[in-house]
């Protein structure tokens, strides 16, 4: 809260307003009389805000002070530390509330406790045996399949959902002049989640595979999985990209039920037998491990960011610009992937199975 005007100050202003003067040729001129006063308080003048100027605007007396000053106690300050220390701390009008003091003094003890507001990272929850499964998983995919240049002959494939609200650029944020409110025709449209489609992508260590849309109100089930992905890529397009080598190649995906049914083992096991390509077993799948997985931390991320700026008007506008931008990705990109792919596995073993979504370095080269 800004210092209290006087009310000769007050008087000049709405008289320099009804001149037609502007909120920044008031102040300009106020300057000039050594007066310093803020656009924004000028317009809290003209426009009546606040309790003691609506009062006097209605002819009623001013209001008077609830309470008195409180004087800000070490044992203030201790409770204040305290309950931002919580995981899920209270806002700071409720801790200025339960404290017995204001907002902005709330404000002052976290800035003099060195305290910054951060914003928490979005990951899964993990219990002991998750911790366990990605430590051992990610160490022997690491060590089985991408070390040294293993990574040529290694295929990841995903699923994830597109639509029309990831496109258009509508950012949630906006700037407006303080003191003015947002227009009302600025708003972000609620993501509506019935209007998207399924994409499956694929990359391999020698390109990437195409993708594959998904028709709207088909189960992704076992059967769906086998017949219109797996076969189409490990029996079409992986054989064109890697001929004789075929054999050699290692499938990694993520733990969806219709990756880990007993039907897509039979495939896999046979598919094994027939060509030679392996497809992880359930036991080995690093689980809750977006965080290790391309697709997740890299490919789709992009091609959002990619479709954010433009304008597509139907669901097949869309579909066409994810093709046409994944078409873009090149080797070089991919091998970027693939070695920020090594790091992260490395890190996640060294951590022994813990998130590492917040590492700053995570891009950087662990020793």
């Known amino acids: ?13 709405i008289a320099f307003s009804k001149d037609g003067w502007s909120y920044g040729q008031i102040v300009t001129k106020l300057k000039n009389q050594n007066i310093t006063v803020s656009k924004s308080a000028v317009s809290k003048v003209i426009r009546n805000i606040g309790k003691h100027r609506r009062a006097k605007l209605q002819g009623l007396s001013s209001p008077k002070r609830n309470c008195q000053p409180k004087v800000l106690t070490p044992a203030i300050r201790r409770k204040i530390d305290l309950l931002t220390r919580a995981e899920n701390p209270l806002s700071q009008r409720e801790i200025a509330r339960q404290v017995g003091v204001s907002r902005t003094t709330v404000q002052r003890v976290v800035r003099d406790l060195n305290k910054v507001i951060k914003r928490k990272t979005r990951v899964h929850r993990l219990l002991p045996r998750h911790l366990k499964n990605r430590k051992t998983n990610c160490r022997k995919f690491y ?3 991408l070390a040294g240049q293993r ?3 290694v295929v990841t494939l995903d699923e994830a959902l597109f639509g029309l609200h990831c496109c258009n650029g509508n950012r949630k944020i906006c700037y407006v002049k303080k003191g003015e409110p947002i227009p009302e025709n600025w708003v972000v449209n609620k993501d509506n989640f019935f209007k998207t489609f399924m994409v499956v992508a694929a990359i391999s260590g020698r390109g990437r595979l195409p993708l594959i849309r998904v028709p709207k109100k088909v189960k992704v089930n076992a059967n769906y999985c086998v017949a219109y992905v797996l076969r189409p890529y490990l029996e079409t397009h992986l054989p064109s990209l890697y001929g004789t080598d075929i054999s050699k190649l290692t499938v990694h995906h993520n733990a969806a039920s219709s990756h880990t049914a007993k039907k897509t083992q039979a495939y896999a096991a046979e598919v094994e037998n027939r060509l030679g390509v ?4 359930n036991s080995d799948i690093p689980v809750k491990s977006p965080d290790v ?9 992009y091609l959002k960011r990619r479709i954010f700026r433009r304008r597509p008007k139907t669901m097949g506008g ?7 931008e994944w078409s873009k990705i090149d080797q070089n990109l991919i091998d970027k992937t693939f070695a ?7 890190a996640v073993s060294r951590r022994h199975g813990a998130h590492i979504e917040n590492i700053k370095n995570i891009h950087g080269r662990y020793q």
């Not at 392996?278 to 077993?281: C, F, G, L, P, S």
């Not at 391309?294 to 991320?301: I, K, R, S, T, W």
């Not at 869309?318 to 046409?324: D, G, I, P």
Request: aromatic share 14%; hydrophobic share 40%.
């Open 318 to 324: 869309v579909w066409k610009l994810l093709q046409e």
């Open 151 to 153: 990574s040529e002959f």
């Open 143 to 145: 060590e089985r399949s």
């Open 278 to 281: 392996k497809i992880i077993k």
């Open 340 to 346: 920020s792919w090594k790091r992260r596995l490395r």
């Open 1 to 13: 809260m800004g210092p209290k005007l006087d009310p000769k100050v007050e008087s000049v202003i």
């Open 293 to 301: 997985s391309p697709l997740d931390f890299f490919g789709f991320g």
